[in-house]
């Protein structure tokens, strides 16, 4: 345990005051990175520094909201349950608006229109692994359907995906081919 400089016999590791700045008259405005006044805990109580990036207007700590909320959460999940349904009432239409801004944000990324024949009606588009193995994809990550283009914009738009229109992927899925690169060639 590291005390204080000034000889008060604090923790110098958890605890500061504007007393201790090491010098006589004014005290420093700022300890440990941040302004307090009177003894003041330089660590939340998961052991994260206080430092304003960390804290919130209330100076809750930012980093423990997520365990914060799951205790919560763990402790009254009919609560949870309750007020979803609830939101479910009240926005009748706020998943499909969603997702679809979503899949609109994917589309945006990949290109937005068909790579073979340059279709680009919004409805007739769909997404394809480059490489095939869409199959072996959805099975090993278990997400199919609308979820797939969070998937894809949670990691970042990866490589390896494109985007087809759903007749040239059909094709290309049976055939192994699409009829518009037959034909150009």
Same mark, same amino acid.
């Given at each position: ?26 005290? @420093?405005?700022?300890?440990? !990175?941040?302004?307090?006044?009177? /003894?003041? *805990?330089?660590?939340?109580?998961? $052991? ?64 937005? @229109?068909?790579?073979?024949? !340059?279709?680009?009606?919004?409805? /007739?588009? *769909?997404?394809?692994?480059?490489? $095939? ?53």
């Amino acid at each position: 345990m590291a005390l204080c400089a000034c000889g008060c016999g604090i923790d110098a590791g958890v605890y500061s005051a504007d007393c201790h700045s090491g010098r006589k008259g004014k005290p @420093k405005k700022f300890i440990n !990175g941040h302004a307090r006044k009177g /003894f003041r *805990a330089t660590v939340c109580v998961h $052991g994260h520094p206080r430092i304003p990036e960390n804290l919130t207007k209330r100076g809750s700590c930012k980093l423990c909201r997520p365990a914060n909320r799951k205790r919560h959460y763990d402790k009254n999940p009919e609560k949870y349950k309750a007020k979803r349904r609830q939101f479910r009432v009240n926005h009748p239409n706020f998943d499909k608006e969603y997702n679809r801004k979503v899949r609109q944000e994917v589309l945006d990324h990949y290109g937005n @229109k068909c790579t073979c024949c !340059g279709e680009s009606l919004y409805e /007739f588009l *769909a997404f394809d692994h480059i490489e $095939g193995g869409g199959s072996k994809t959805r099975r090993e990550t278990g997400i199919y359907g609308s979820k797939f283009t969070l998937w894809l914009r949670k990691n970042n738009f990866p490589e390896g995906f494109r985007i087809l229109c759903h007749n040239c992927n059909v094709a290309l899925g049976l055939y192994g081919y699409c009829p518009h690169q037959r034909r150009t060639q």
